[in-house]
């Protein structure tokens, strides 16, 4: 049976394959490796919702394909994805509240907040009979979603997600030196303010260092375009405070747990796409979901860290659309 992998173990498991060639290279072989656009040519929208506004990405007509991001990233991360699904499905991608092209409203940007902000999106647009795919906080807020709306959401895809088995975790200690300390201080008031606040470290370090290409200057340009000063990177901020470890917070442990408890029970159907070696969801961490969750896909993109859209789009979106045209 699968064990609970510890982050310690996971962030061991990239440092330690993100930096070994790949074996075809090492034998001499060259392997293409298709460029990877950094434009976005997909138009961009935006709806008023609750005190605020939305920004969205929309392409194509049909049944809905809702694309949620997570941390630090935007809309913007699905930019080559959307498109293996827009030919015949209207692919929306949103930007949540506080991030990308997004409103900025005097809110605490709590799990809580993106998802009340996340539903009101959902009304505003009329979006019903909803695919969602979603991506590290973002596949907590799609899991949350489905399992409060069942009716209204007829598929879900996540990769690379905040979700169990890596989290709950049972404490700082359990997550490993490296990773339960780098934690710990991001959630300090005074340490995690100048580590994310100041210093903006999820735009400027963590997002570029787990990405397995060098992240071009279009692409930094762009997911740091919400962040300009110290204030707007609050939601940054929050999202790692969020994670539950050690109990706490107490919401995000429910969460977690409501979360496990829908996988188990849901009879919609479910792709998970996974990288190698990944890091929330690594190889490793298959067999878990492929023993909880009934109606269950699993789709191998090939080598990638955590933000795989930066890596894979190609696999991911022909995964997607292939998913889409079967169920």
């Known amino acids: 049976m699968f064990k609970k992998l510890t ?8 440092s330690s394959l993100a930096v070994q060639p790949v074996a075809a290279q ?3 072989y060259k392997i293409p490796v298709p460029p ?75 799990f809580a907040d993106h998802a009340r902000y996340l539903d009101a999106f959902v009304e505003a647009m009329g979006l019903t009979a909803i695919t969602l795919v979603a991506h590290d906080w973002g596949s907590a807020l799609a899991w949350d979603f489905a399992r409060r709306h069942p009716e209204m959401v007829v598929r879900l895809a996540f990769m690379e997600g905040v979700v169990p088995p890596a989290f709950p975790q049972p404490s700082y200690e359990a997550m490993g030196e490296g990773m339960g300390g780098m934690f710990r201080d991001m959630r300090d008031p005074e340490k995690g303010r100048q580590m994310i606040m100041e210093n903006n470290m999820f735009v400027t370090d963590i997002l570029p260092s787990m990405i397995d290409r060098p992240l071009g200057e279009t692409a930094r340009a762009e997911y740091a375009a919400p962040y300009p000063k110290v204030e ?14 050690g109990g706490e917070p107490t919401s995000s442990v429910a969460l977690m747990e409501n979360i496990r408890v829908f996988m188990g029970e849901t009879k919609m159907p479910v792709l998970l796409a996974y990288a190698e070696p990944g890091a929330l969801i690594p190889p490793q961490a298959v067999p878990y979901y492929v023993g909880l969750i009934g109606n269950l896909e699993t789709a191998f993109i090939g080598r990638g860290l955590h933000y795989v859209q930066e890596d894979q789009p190609v696999a991911i979106g022909r995964a997607l659309a292939d998913w889409i045209r079967r169920n």
């Open 7 to 14: 982050l310690a173990a996971l962030v061991a498991s990239v």
């Open 232 to 245: 707007d990177r609050l939601p940054t901020w929050v999202w790692p405070r969020e994670v539950a470890i």
């Open 26 to 28: 090492d034998a001499g």
């Open 36 to 110: 990877i656009s950094e434009e976005l040519t997909i138009p961009r929208h935006e709806i008023a919702v609750l005190d605020s506004k939305m920004s969205y990405l929309e392409q194509g007509e049909g049944d809905v394909v809702l694309f949620i991001h997570g941390n630090p990233t935007a809309a913007y991360l699905w930019r080559n994805v959307v498109p293996f699904v827009s030919g015949n499905h209207r692919a929306i991608a949103v930007d949540l509240i506080g991030m990308g092209h997004s409103g900025k409203p005097d809110i605490g940007y709590t």
